[in-house]
T-cell receptor
């Protein structure tokens, strides 16, 4: 399975936008890019996913590079509740096993 | 409300004892999964199940066992053969065959072996 690389930690100020980068240089044509986040002592929750085009939902936006070797999760206005570990994961279209490979993720801290 | 329920939330056991963690879902999902998380680390897949009475090993299945007798339930037993069982255990479910769909996670069970 292709792997992803994320910074270990990032800081943001409340109500400012946050851009969380992810590198996936070995991505294959059938890999979807998924983002999950995990609040302290809780299970991860789905944030967003995409294949080629940029995606928006109520939680965030996902910007995907034209060559698909990197992507950026965008939180438009960070709140204190957005402080979490964010995981960027590749999921093969043909991966029927749900085998999500979680790296260490990026720990986002938000300052008031 | 639909979701995944894990119990117990915290569990303490003596070394050498088997422990069973419960996972129940009412989302009508075919697929269920167990992950293990160690402090400061990502999640690692222990076992997953596509349908009732069928399950597959994940990356770290040694020392663990599962059963899937009902669609709603996927209990995990941490056996005495698991050398380092203290960890945070997470159960998840999803629609089977939808690789673009999301996994829904429970709130986790934190096991401490004394």
């Amino acid at each position: 399975d292709a792997k992803t690389t994320q910074p270990n930690s990032m800081e943001s100020n409340e109500e400012e936008p946050v851009h969380l980068p992810c590198n996936h240089s070995t991505i294959s044509g059938t890999d979807y890019i998924h983002w999950y986040r995990q609040l302290p002592s809780q299970g991860p929750e789905y944030v967003i996913h995409g294949l080629t085009s940029n995606v928006n939902n109520r939680m965030a936006s996902l910007a995907i590079a034209e060559d698909r070797k990197s992507s950026t999760l965008i939180l438009h206005r960070a709140t204190l509740r957005d402080a979490a570990v964010y995981y960027c994961i590749l999921r093969d279209l043909y991966n029927q096993g749900g085998k999500l490979i979680f790296g260490q993720g990026t720990e986002l801290s938000v300052k008031p | 409300d639909g979701g995944i329920t894990q119990s117990p939330k915290y569990l303490f056991r003596k070394e050498g004892q088997n422990v069973t963690l419960s996972c129940e879902q009412n989302l009508n999902h075919d697929a269920m999964y167990w992950y293990r998380q160690d402090p400061g680390q990502g999640l690692r897949l222990i076992y997953y199940s596509q349908i009732v009475n069928d399950f597959q090993k994940g990356d770290i299945a040694e020392g663990y066992s599962v059963s899937r007798e009902k669609k709603e339930s996927f209990p995990l037993t941490v056996t005495s053969a698991q050398k380092n069982p203290t960890a945070f255990y997470l159960c998840a479910s999803s629609i089977w065959g939808d690789s673009t769909g999301e996994l829904f996670f429970g709130e986790g069970s934190r096991l401490t072996v004394l």
